[in-house]
């Protein structure tokens, strides 16, 4: 699931693809539970339809294999390793015992330059050891950015004053239309909405989430209603956001790119190579989708009711790797929630724990990734990277960055002390900066807050889901950020 639960080939199979329905809903929804996680219910919902795949599912698969394949064969590639599975009795069975994770050491040094030399002052980091790290992931790892990509023209599609909860707001849908006259058969339009308390004494906060579309999730809850958030569950987040004062939106990634290698040939990566398959250096989904949170954050500066000096990003699994990269790469974004991203987001690669290299390279995830990344699952491996996620992270110093996951019984693949290595890793490029780093490298008891200093981080005792973290997010994050007339500590 990238970041999820394991997902070993194409996703449209018939049972993995029930699973995937079932647990998008839970990383957007709170703290819910699969029912095998529950207490023994009463009477036992009943079990939903069998998945069958449509022809147009099907297309998308073989379509993503020869994809795939191609980049494979570009990059002289035979076979790959298979990734961690599911499976407790198979071969590749993913590791879940620390004792077992140390099969690399090497981890990179952020605060070493490529000839060994030591970074000793901040301007050497901004002139020389970050253009670094940024090109090894550029080259190897996410892929490189297009130059002169197309404009996008804002438009608000409607305004609507409502409520959320008790709170009156408005919200405006809008749509990023992407210039494609180089492409014309190609066409992108982002999704965004964004909701401001009606009554705001100025220009507010918005916590962006990169999110699923609202007709998803509709799909969603149709099939499978006991996942339905339902009364007494709490506020929602967004609902926490508002009762401090700010404001919430919502990008749909995949209106930037679509989530699966036959998509390589559409969305902004389509239209940048003119509907042409990808060299191995060239961006990958990940960026192509931080590229469009980006662009929302460009409708920010426009927008009178909108803060955009304070503008946070928030993303869970897949889309908390997206949000992490767009940190990386855009420092307009003041914060971020990076929601159980494990594997290419702030999980180590070389923590053996969870999800691996082998997942995230295979025919239904490779298309996040530049296509050099390949190779380190098969001509290399992982200790040849010549980055890691602490390298990634450190990208984002000297803003604030929260890193969360959950319990390993339930959250496992992500891997939650393989996040925390990461950001320790990323705490001495902090310090070069002037912040704090966590305070600590010893991985915290369960539920134990580590928000005082600029990296922060929090291991909650639930499942794959960003719901019970988010109080200890907005907490951190109200040190950072402030509703216009509010105090510093007094939101």
């Known amino acids: ?36 996680q529950d207490a023994p219910a009463k009477t036992p919902a009943p079990a939903p339809p069998a998945f069958k795949p449509t022809p147009e599912q099907l297309a998308i698969e073989a379509a993503s294999e020869k994809d795939h394949q191609h980049m494979m064969d570009l990059l002289g590639i035979k076979a790959l390793r298979p990734g961690a599975s599911g499976d407790k009795g198979a071969p590749n069975a993913a590791n879940y015992d620390e004792s077992k994770a140390a099969i690399y050491t090497n981890v990179p040094d952020p605060l070493a330059m490529n000839n060994g030399q030591p970074v000793t002052t901040a301007k050497q980091w901004w002139t020389v050891r ?26 608000v599609v409607s305004v609507k004053q409502e409520k959320n909860g008790d709170v009156p707001v408005v919200t405006k849908t809008l749509v990023g239309r992407v210039d494609n006259s180089a492409d014309p058969k190609i066409t992108v339009n982002l999704d965004l909405t964004l909701t401001t308390p009606a009554n705001a004494k100025g220009p507010v906060p918005v916590i962006m989430e990169l999110a699923f579309s609202r007709e998803l999730m509709a799909l969603l809850v149709k099939r499978f209603p006991q996942f339905a958030p339902k009364p007494g569950d709490g506020p929602t987040w967004e609902q926490q ?41 060239q961006w990958g989904a990940l960026k192509a989708w931080a ?44 914060i971020g929630y990076i929601s159980s991203s494990g594997e290419s987001g702030a999980k180590l690669y070389r ?22 990344f390949l190779k380190y699952d098969s001509l290399l491996n992982t200790g040849d990277l010549p980055v890691d996620s602490n390298e990634l992270i450190a990208l984002v110093a000297p803003r604030p960055v929260f ?41 915290p008891p369960m539920e134990t807050p580590l928000i005082e200093g600029d990296v922060a981080f929090r291991q909650h005792a639930g499942g794959h889901t960003p719901g019970p973290n988010w109080p200890t997010f907005l907490t951190f994050a109200s040190r950072y950020l402030h509703a216009p007339g509010a105090t510093a500590m007094g939101q």
């Open 403 to 443: 890193i969360s996951g959950g319990a390993t019984d339930g959250d496992g693949w992500a891997d939650a002390k393989g996040m925390f290595m990461a950001a320790a890793g990323a705490g001495p490029v902090y310090r070069l900066l002037g912040k704090k780093d966590m305070g600590t490298t010893a991985f």
């Open 351 to 372: 923590h053996h724990f969870g999800e691996q290299i082998g997942n995230v390279a295979a025919a239904s995830e490779y298309h996040w990734m530049a296509g050099n």
């Open 130 to 155: 970050r253009p670094q790290i940024l090109e090894l992931f550029d080259r190897e790892i996410l892929g490189r950015t297009p130059a002169n990509l197309p404009k996008v023209t804002w438009k």
């Open 1 to 36: 699931m990238g970041g999820g639960m394991p997902m070993n080939t194409v996703g449209w199979n018939m049972q993995r693809v029930a699973v995937l329905l079932a647990i998008v809903l839970l990383c957007c929804t709170g703290d819910l539970r699969l029912p095998a």
């Open 291 to 334: 590229w469009g949170a980006s662009r929302a954050l460009d409708y920010f500066e426009t927008d009178k009711d909108v803060d955009a000096k304070q503008i946070g990003i928030e993303g869970h699994s897949r889309y908390g790797k997206a949000s992490l990269v767009a940190m990386a790469y855009d420092q307009r974004f003041a």
């Open 241 to 281: 956001v508002l009762a401090r004062g700010w404001g919430y939106a919502e990008y749909v990634p995949t209106s930037a790119q679509p989530d699966n290698g036959a998509g390589l040939s559409e969305g902004i990566i389509g239209l940048a190579n003119r509907g042409e398959p990808r060299t191995p250096d």
